[in-house]
């Protein structure tokens, strides 16, 4: 069993004890469930330059602990100020060290910035869950979906007012894109053996349709390798341990849009 099924293992066991003790019906009395969302589309869509998506995540099953310390308020109002044009809230717990509470806190903290829950969804709760809590977007995960549920999770966030965002890893994920996500993003790790290849968005870049806003995520920390991928067609770029692996993530990450800036204009 790789990491990744073990992962939708533990998320399917979590799930059992969450619908008991949670019903649907108490998440959408929450008060953050009727607010209006943020477009992340159209936020990375109307800009002429790379957009950020500024990651908050304090652990990861291949870096282990990366920075527990870090305050998610602190952390995601320095990304907002700093120019990012989303954020991204590591939800799940026992492999990423993140919390549904975080996304709440970033959500009331930055209440104009598109937000996405970064979680493995399996199962229409969440996304309920995810509008309760403050997200904008959630992540849909094609590696561990079939096309059908891909299909039908997506229309249960468009219900709901939420954007989706469909994470591919090769070529042969492409057949599962729904005409109901927003955006399609290209992962350059392998959820299996977690290794890192840019490579992978370059050569999907002309793959994915038109139709779908485009973003690469992970191993992603070079202002050269944005601009490049950005001419390539990338309008969104998802970046977090770049910046949570500094003492200060927001400073890092202002840097970094500075630098891609520059280059923007010296071309």
Not at 48 to 65: C, H, L, N, T, Y
Not at 108 to 124: S, V, Y
Not at 163 to 182: A, Q
Not at 185 to 211: A, M
Request: neutral net charge; aromatic residues 6%; proline residues 4%.
């Amino acid at each position: 069993m790789n990491i990744l099924e073990k992962i939708v293992e533990t998320k399917r066991t979590e799930l059992i004890q969450l619908k008991k003790s949670i019903p649907e019906s108490i998440l959408r009395d929450r008060p953050l469930f009727s607010r209006s969302c943020n477009s992340l589309k159209n936020a990375l869509q109307d800009s002429d330059r790379p957009g950020i998506i500024a990651e908050f995540k304090q652990k990861s099953p291949s870096k282990g602990v990366i920075n527990p310390n870090a305050n998610v308020v602190t952390v995601t109002q320095g990304y907002a100020a700093a120019g990012a044009a989303g954020l991204s809230v590591l939800t799940d717990q026992v492999y990423f060290g993140g919390e549904l509470g975080n996304l709440e806190k970033a959500r009331m903290a930055n209440p104009g910035i598109p937000i996405l829950r970064k979680d493995f969804i399996i199962d229409t709760y969440q996304i309920t869950e995810a509008k309760a809590f403050g997200a904008d977007v959630i992540l849909l995960i094609a590696a561990c979906l079939e096309k059908l549920e891909i299909h039908e999770l997506a229309g249960k966030a468009r219900e709901l007012g939420l954007e989706v965002l469909l994470e591919i890893h090769g070529e042969d994920e492409l057949e599962k894109i729904s005409p109901l996500v927003d955006m399609v993003g290209v992962n350059n790790r392998n959820l299996k053996t977690f290794e890192v290849d840019l490579g992978i968005s370059k050569k999907l870049s002309t793959q994915i349709p038109d139709q779908f806003l485009k973003i690469t995520e992970s191993g992603i920390s070079g202002s050269q390798d944005i601009v490049q991928l950005f001419h390539d067609g990338y309008k969104g770029f998802l970046i977090g341990e770049t910046f949570m692996k500094t003492s200060d993530p927001a400073l890092a990450c202002r840097g970094l849009i500075r630098e891609i800036r520059d280059i923007s204009v010296k071309r």
